[in-house]
């Protein structure tokens, strides 16, 4: 069965504090890697896409990378704005375009 | 900026009862999607649409589900009789042609509550 896994659940760190998100995937064939930002009570807001192991995607603080069964989100030096839930998912050989396994995320706090 | 939206942003709802949960999606897209999720739970695929039928649906999307692009603007997701499990965030995506497979434009969700 195919699998997305995000650890940590929750991550809390304080302005400018450097980490990392996780995504491990377990997939019959990776036909592409996503993610996405969810803030409470909205719907997910796409960010990157990803298709081949050592592909790597920036923007603003933000950089995706993805090895063959994982991608991290690095997130360097977060300012506030930055918290929200962090959401994976995948599209794999089985699915059409746009069915998307979503993980549960991560929910990121950044204090000041 | 073009946004998916949806309407109602919550519905509460007897079990048995019919809910039709709209969508406006953005205008010169060609794919409309319905995903749900539940409180505390994974963002879930339901259903895709394309050139006036469903392209694929997941096994939630069962005989109690339909969809419908009734305009030119609308999409619709119809629940004929809810169930408690039913109550979730219920969300809309589009995506336009020049977009990759992944990248969705999601609506801001309508909740639904079933009692």
């Known amino acids: 069965e195919d699998q997305v896994t995000q650890s940590p659940e929750a991550l809390r760190l304080q302005e400018g504090e450097s980490s990392s998100l996780n995504c491990s995937y377990t997939?019959?064939?990776?036909?592409?890697l996503f993610w996405y930002r969810q803030d409470p009570g909205k719907g997910p807001e796409f960010l990157f896409t990803?298709?081949?192991a050592g592909e790597e995607k920036e923007k603003e603080r933000l950089k995706a990378t993805l090895t063959k069964k994982e991608s991290f989100l690095h997130i360097t030096a977060p300012k506030p704005e930055d918290s929200a839930t962090y959401l994976c998912?995948?599209?794999?050989?089985?699915?059409?375009?746009?069915?998307?396994?979503f993980g549960k995320g991560t929910k990121l706090s950044v204090k000041p | 900026e073009p946004e998916v939206t949806q309407t109602p942003s919550h519905q509460v709802t007897q079990m048995g009862q019919e809910v039709i949960l709209r969508c406006v999606p953005i205008?010169?897209?060609?794919?409309f999607y319905w995903y749900r999720q539940i409180l505390g739970q994974k963002v879930e695929f339901l259903v895709s649409?394309?050139?006036?039928?469903?392209?694929?649906k997941s096994e939630i999307f069962d005989d109690q589900f339909s969809v419908e692009r009734p305009d030119g603007s609308n999409f619709t997701l119809k629940i004929r009789s809810t169930k408690l499990e039913d109550s979730a965030m219920y969300f809309c995506?589009?995506?336009?042609?020049?977009f990759g497979p992944g990248e969705l434009f999601f609506g801001e969700g309508s909740r639904l509550t079933v009692l």
């Open positions: 995506a589009s995506r336009g042609a020049q």
């Open positions: 997939v019959s064939g990776l036909r592409g």
């Open positions: 990803l298709y081949s």
């Open positions: 998912a995948v599209r794999t050989n089985g699915g059409s375009q746009g069915n998307l396994i």
């Open positions: 205008s010169n897209h060609l794919y």
């Open positions: 649409f394309y050139n006036n039928e469903i392209s694929e």
